[in-house]
RNA sequence: GCCCGGGUGGCGGAACGGGUAGACGCAAGGGACUUAAAAUCCCUUGGGGUGCAAACCCCGUGUGGGUUCGAAUCCCACCCCGGGCACCA
């Protein structure tokens, strides 16, 4: 990179920024008036886990994106609310914090300040009086307060759940920490499941209306799908299965045109009718199964293409359909949690069934024939899961096709047994119970007398304890139950010595709520206040990055649904609007400290200042999709922006009208920078401004009429260059309490256009014309074209086709 | 395996519901200014060919087919890259 030497009166933006940066904060530029807004605006932006490392570009260039946005409706008259904080919980913190031998609550704090100045250099439209942290206890209080709403509304249970547990560490690992099977740490020793009691936020109950909102929503298609995926809803029957024992199976079925084929039923090792129907010369090999299964870690438990095992219980249940008695089977191909942890098998249509028929020699009945034939006319081979067939083997059902049979058989078993249609979901209850010290503690007392006391809400916040044993140990709990101070309370109800609940809150909860208390940050009584809250919410615009798409946004919007269901906020979706942003790679690969190829803010911020650094990651590609950082590309940016600079101290005093065809260039610009600014297409927005500054320049130079719209439209993407300008222009006011320029369709249209002419549609000549040129017109100019005539004569013209104001295309033959 | 994106010059990327492929920028080459360089300004720049020239022709949007007067855009098959899900009955 050349240094850039700075010429008197050139644009210098390490001057510039320092200076409004300065002037933004002494006249309170970026705060928002919360009590009387005129049209509110609430643009968020997903807040950031202040690292240690610092500001990533990733970071900024997500939020530049937004704060784009956001300066964007300001100027277009909204009264725009950009809050921003930190989400500071979580074991990111704390694995950190253990790394480096520093207790968490004085890394995050110094993270924060180093995040905040970083920030605040970006020159983002911050309203910092509202700034807020996930470890604050004026924060995680209200985190605590509304777990203990979900507990009084039966949301939050606690129930027994496997997880994945080392035995050399002693402690639970989270799937990621698994690889292979093995210990993250222990390379060879094998991670099991183990159960523990947990508390969960019972997200399923909401998993249909979760559903069905999605598509009311004005989101990314991206992420609504992958939305949609992780909720899973699969349609189906509940089907009963009597056994000997009185009691039947129930299985969870999609295709009940298949019953007549299912010549099995396996439940899961966990299923708790395994016991009752084991027969006492199985009991051994089931119980050694059972075992073997709960000796394995729930990420490999759960890969599907392991060779399928499983043990012949002794028993027999009664296919309702056939009446016929089918064995049952142990296999852990079924999993407790899905459906009803017990399935029919119908090897002939499903290939998993299919497998475990072959492998344990089980009978096959084919029900479902396939209209597709094979190459020959001769039949598909099986398994075949086609809906697309006829029933046979299937009783008084042969012949119906498979779709209809659905409805049918799920009907006709339900008459004489047990059947019932149901909608089955993919989404798990969410766990947020987490054996760790950094996060806010579950509000629970458990006393032997009364119970599980939830604490009450009047001695909230449970602090979280200060202390520097907070290494997570061998017995699997929480650190915090070692602090016996803390440990042991008074029942709330009772009085007599209690124990606290030791585990702390998952981050997602943290984060699944923060937007809400935004414009309440002033209320220490309350978690945010009825009345910003009508005035505020629900966001307006909510951008950030899709790695959140399934989790965090999910999690919030149960969350909004489940206060809105108990009358604690009027609306039940907390997003109206919510748009993924990309990634950046560098050079055409991802970024990452090993390659050594991480772009640093800072760097650039100094060399080039700020508004650069800002428009050029805009520059990069659309914002939706991401881009491709270069070094090199940098300076295009600047030289454009060194080009406006002189542009406006060139500007000539008095005024002049702009001449016509400044003038449409100026609308036609409008046009397309509100267009793309509003589909966030940032790229191409910057470049219509430099096709708008290419125009001035090679007009001879800018008037300030000229220049006045485009330091507007340019004002978003690099505020305090646009901000100087301005002044300099010898306005008074903010740049960003001017209004965004008026679009007028009748003067950006251009009166002559080049009209292509094409022969067999091959361009072979443009000719002028004027923008209403009819057909027989065109066609007569078209005809006299040298070129077109060298290709057209002596043939016959077939057809002609004639688009208005664009082509003609001449058909010979 | 399944579900989404995406493959366009030397590079990042443009191209409204099929209608001038390569906007804008980077890099490169040439020129002006300068003692020189930087900066700045002007010109050229997808590949190939014909022509002294003005011009003109052919090829070209991952690959192979198709639909159409006309395809980067629509359809079918396939290859590659990125992301998500993954024994979910």
Redesign the pocket.
Known sequence: M????Q?PGAYDPKAVEAKWRERWEESRTNATDLDHPGKPYFNLMMFPYPSAEGLHVGNVFAFVGVDIHGRTRRLQGFDVFEPLGFDAFGIHSENYALKVNTHPGQLIPQNIRRFREQLKRVGLMIDWDHELSTTDPAYYKWTQWIFLQLFKAGLAVKKSAPVNWCPECKTVLANEQVIDGFCERHPDVKVHQRFLEQWFFAITKYAARLLENLETLDWS??TR??QT??I?A?K?ADLEFPTPTGDPIR?????PDTVFGATWVVL?PEHPMVESLTAAEQRADVEAYRRQTAEMDIVS?????????GVFTGSYARNPATGEDIPIWVA?????????????A?PAH?E??F?FATKFDLPIVKVVEPNERGPDGEPLALPNTTWEGTLVNSGQFDGMSAGEAVTAITEWLESIGGGAART?Y?LHDWCISRQRYWGPPIPIIYCDKCGTVPVPEEDLPVVLPETDDFRPDESGVSPLARLDSWYHVPCPKCGTTARRETDVSDTFLDSSWYFLRYPSTDYSDRAFDPELTKKWLPVSQYIGG??HA?LHLMYSRFITMALHDLELLPFEEPYRSFKAHG?IVRD?A?MSKSRGNVVIPDEYIDRWGADTFRMYLM????YQ????F?D??I???R??L??VWTAVSAAPANAAPLAPTVQRKLHQTVGKVTDDTEGL?Y??A??AL??YL?TL??EGGASAEALNPLLIMLAPFAPHMAEECWERLGHGESIFDATWPAYDEALAREDE??L?V?V???????VTATRDITEDDARALALGD??VK??VDGKEIR?V?F?PG??I?I?VG
């Open positions: 050349n240094e850039l030497v010429a298609d991206s799908l992958m995926n992780w899973g699969s189906g299985v969870f079925t999609t295709r899961a438990r759960k890969v599907g293409d392991k060779e399928k095992t852990d191909y079924v999993l407790m949690e899905y459906g009803t942890g017990a399935i029919m119908v499903d998993r069934d497998e089955q993919r899709n790695e399934v990634t055409g991802k520059f990069l590609g659309p999709e991401g881009g491709d270069r090199e590309g300076a295009g940016i030289r454009f060194d080009k297409r790229n191409t910057i470049s430099m096709e290419n320049r090679s256009i080049e292509v094409q067999n549609g091959r361009v072979r000549g443009r040298e070129t060298k290709h057809k086709i688009v664009r082509l295309n058909v």
